[in-house]
């Protein structure tokens, strides 16, 4: 007997359901499991993080300076910054960098914390995709789906990052995509993911919640752990004030994001798009 | 350091090769495609890989490998499984009963079911495979979605409505030899 256990008039019961799924999941050809493929594929998306790390270094570093940024070539250039003269002579080509949406910011015991959104242009053509994806990947927001630079035509990657403390100034990835024009979320659809607000100190409780919904979704309801619940609504401005936690609607994704922050003590449970 | 690395990889590689088989087929009735199901198992598996030192030593790994799976499904094969599988135009055309036991039939059937899934909003298709493929309780499949036990069983009990309004899909059972 399943966990689901009602019986339909049509009589399929859920015996028969189990047993259609099963049927169908038995066709699949199962194989010797790619360790090694995806221990490397593991190291990579590891090294990722780290270039990342690595990347804020050197951004903080060449504070001084000034980094090179254009559009894509043939694009309108509404989605990122002007061109800027590099301070140094010596510029290897144009830099490219995603469209950054603070979603939230607030300060956690002391230590401050934050969570943006990078959104990157989509490219037209493959041309335009590598040029991209070699911005991406110094940048350490190569997306795990594009394998390819034809993947990445027509569809905009988006990383979601959190900071917490002074010196995590980009923060580490927590959740990463590609969405095409016409990606659309409807009613209470909603993607999310939970994570320690440091994440630095994996094993904590997860406070952080962070997900995207329809553009249409007017609250967020977050349930803790303990019961209580936390409800976050429309933002009603651009503006970001510390410790609000609101549903943003940047105008470069076709979603609209919201972050939630469990009280100290107790831990995600449960997300749900309330209205 | 070395040494507790190395213990993790060995770890790891007996929790991939234990449970690649039962990942596979849940990521098959998710996406409904060899290949698309292969992918997302070994970036699932990645995933999990780059947290293992906390993922490991958790009380349950699968959940935490789960849940990374149906977020990864979410965001990428929202679109792409009605691209891969939308229904040939054969509305109409009244479906034949073949006989049961046929392996062409079986195959024919499966296909039918993939089909019925393909069909569902990406939550109502997690939320019932979860539910009557991994038979997990709601809560459980609540904290694989990231949602609500009450956001499980709407999702499950619309999906189920309309699998069950598919004619063909009761036929399968009926002629399939189970009934």
Redesign the interface.
């Known amino acids: 007997m399943?966990?689901?256990n009602r019986e339909?008039d049509?009589?399929?019961t859920?015996r028969?359901?189990?047993?259609?799924?099963?049927?169908?999941?038995?066709?699949?050809?199962?194989g010797t499991?790619?360790?090694q493929?995806?221990?490397r594929?593991?190291?990579?998306?590891?090294a990722r993080?780290w270039a990342v790390t690595a990347a804020t270094a050197a951004l903080v570093a060449g504070s001084t300076g000034a980094l090179a940024v254009t559009a894509l070539p043939g694009d309108g250039g509404h989605r990122v910054a002007p061109a800027t003269p590099p301070a140094t002579s010596a510029t290897p080509g144009p830099v490219l960098q995603p469209d950054p949406t603070t979603l939230a910011t607030g300060t956690d015991q002391g230590t401050p914390w934050k969570v943006t959104l990078d959104v990157w242009p989509a490219p037209r053509d493959e041309t335009e995709a590598q040029t991209l994806l070699g911005a991406m990947t110094t940048y350490g927001e190569f997306p795990?789906?594009v394998h390819k630079a034809s993947d990445l035509v027509g569809r905009s990657a988006y990383t979601v990052r959190q900071s917490h403390g002074d010196g995590d100034t980009l923060g580490t990835p927590v959740?990463e995509?590609?969405t095409?024009p016409?990606?659309r979320m409807a009613g209470?659809?909603?993607?999310?993911?939970?994570v320690p607000l440091d994440p630095d100190t994996?094993?904590r409780p997860q406070r952080l919640v962070v997900?995207h919904v329809a553009r249409t979704a007017q609250e967020v309801t977050c349930?803790w752990k303990n019961g209580t619940t936390t409800k976050v609504h429309r933002a009603t401005s651009t503006d970001i004030n510390s410790d609000d936690q609101t549903i943003r609607t940047p105008a470069t994704s076709p979603y609209a994001w919201f972050v939630c922050l469990a009280p100290d003590g107790t831990a995600f449970e449960?997300?749900?798009v309330t209205r | 350091m070395g040494d507790r690395k190395q213990a993790g990889?060995e770890e790891?590689?007996a929790f991939?090769?234990g449970r690649?088989?039962r990942l596979?087929?849940?990521a098959?009735?998710l996406t409904g495609e060899?290949h698309a199901?292969e992918d997302l198992v070994?970036?699932t598996?990645?995933?999990?890989?780059?947290?293992?030192?906390?993922v490991g030593?958790a009380d349950d790994p699968e959940a935490y490998v789960r849940r990374v799976m149906i977020?990864t499904h979410?965001?990428?094969h929202?679109?792409k499984l009605r691209e891969f599988l939308a229904p040939r135009d054969d509305s109409g055309i009244a479906r034949e009963v073949p006989d049961s036991g046929d392996h062409i039939s079986?195959?024919e059937?499966?296909g039918l079911?993939?089909q019925a899934?393909a069909q569902l909003?990406?939550?109502q298709r997690q939320a019932?495979?979860l539910?009557?493929?991994e038979?997990?309780?709601?809560t459980q499949a609540?904290?694989a979605m990231?949602?609500?036990?009450?956001?499980v069983k709407s999702n499950?009990a619309k999906g189920?409505a309309k699998?069950?309004a598919i004619p063909e899909?009761?036929d399968?059972?009926?002629y399939g030899g189970?009934?």
Not at chain 1, 16 to 25: G, N
Not at chain 2, 146 to 151: L, M, Q
């Open positions: 399943t966990n689901a339909f049509h009589g399929m859920d028969d359901i189990a047993f259609l799924l099963a049927d169908a999941a038995s066709a699949v050809e199962i499991a790619p360790t493929a995806v221990i594929g593991g190291r990579r998306r590891r993080r795990a789906d959740s995509g590609l095409a016409a990606d209470t659809d909603l993607d999310s993911v939970a994996p094993g997900g349930t449960s997300v749900a | 990889d790891f590689r991939v090769a690649w088989p596979m087929r849940t098959f009735l060899q199901a070994q970036s598996l990645e995933k999990a890989y780059v947290a293992w030192r906390r030593s977020n979410a965001r990428r929202r679109r079986r195959a059937d499966r079911l993939l899934l909003p990406p939550r019932v495979v539910r009557y493929w038979d997990l309780t709601e609540a904290e990231g949602c609500s036990v009450g956001a499950t189920i699998l069950r899909l009761a399968t059972v009926m189970r009934k």
